[in-house]
T-cell receptor, first 115, second 112 residues
Framework: NAGVMQNPRHLVRRRGQEARLRCSPM?????VYWYRQLPEEGLKFMVY????????ESGMPKERFSAEFPKEGPSILRIQQVVRGDSAAYFC?????????????FGAGSRLTVL | GESVGLHLPTLSVQEGDNSIINCAYS??????FIWYKQESGKGPQFIID?????DKRQGQRVTVLLNKTVKHLSLQIAATQPGDSAVYFC???????????FGTGTRLQVTL
């Protein structure tokens, strides 16, 4: 079991470009969560998805950010027209279900740097 | 929303001593609590969890204590080792919530 796989591990973009971060959940997990972490801070919830559905996007910025988890393939966090403030580590986690009492397993993160 | 705070942002402990990391939470509806460890450059790793119907749970070298009356939990690490150096987060979750809320974390530094 390879765990939660995220790629790329490091991504550099110039202001105005697009960033796409991918997350493959653990085998057997159908629930995916995205978190953002600024240096020396905690993880901030962004979005919770099941296959083909967004369940909770209360932590997503209203503009430029979107997420999907298609029937086939990894979950994608997409940031359009990146700005310097988007520089952060983005972590994906997965769980077997979303009953609220299951441990989330995290990936190693994708570190976005916006120049 | 939930707010989670930690009493000591940085804790320095000598190798072999016991460590205690504290966490306060605000949402009384939180009934499930998880501690995560995050090493530099890595994602958070599960350490131990506890449900609100318990006040203590033990793992290998770690113990979590929960005091629901004052909304406080602690993580105790016995015989701290250099490999324990990391940032530790507590994450409370109300039973019906879909997401974990993380505090800023406590950095544990183990000195030789």
């Amino acid at each position: 079991n390879a765990g939660v796989m995220q790629n790329p591990r490091h991504l550099v973009r110039r202001r105005g470009q697009e960033a796409r971060l991918r997350c493959s959940p653990m085998k057997g997990h159908s629930h995916v969560y995205w978190y953002r972490q600024l240096p020396e801070e905690g993880l901030k919830f962004m979005v919770y998805l099941q296959k083909e559905n967004i369940i909770d996007e209360s932590g997503m910025p209203k503009e430029r950010f979107s997420a999907e988890f298609p029937k086939e393939g990894p979950s994608i966090l997409r940031i359009q027209q990146v700005v310097r403030g988007d520089s952060a580590a983005y972590f994906c986690a997965s769980s077997i279900d979303g009953t609220g009492a299951n441990v989330l397993t995290f990936g190693a993160g994708s570190r976005l740097t916006v120049l | 929303g939930e707010s989670v705070g930690l009493h000591l942002p940085t804790l320095s402990v000598q190798e072999g001593d016991n460590s205690i990391i504290n966490c306060a939470y605000s949402n009384s509806a939180s009934d499930y609590f998880i501690w995560y460890k995050q090493e530099s450059g890595k994602g958070p790793q599960f350490i131990i969890d506890i449900r609100s119907n318990m006040d203590k749970r033990q793992g290998q070298r770690v113990t979590v204590l929960l005091n629901k009356t004052v909304k406080h939990l602690s993580l105790q690490i016995a015989a701290t080792q250099p490999g324990d150096s990391a940032v530790y987060f507590c994450a409370p979750r109300p039973g019906t919530a879909s997401k974990l809320t993380f505090g800023t974390g406590t950095r544990l530094q183990v000195t030789l």
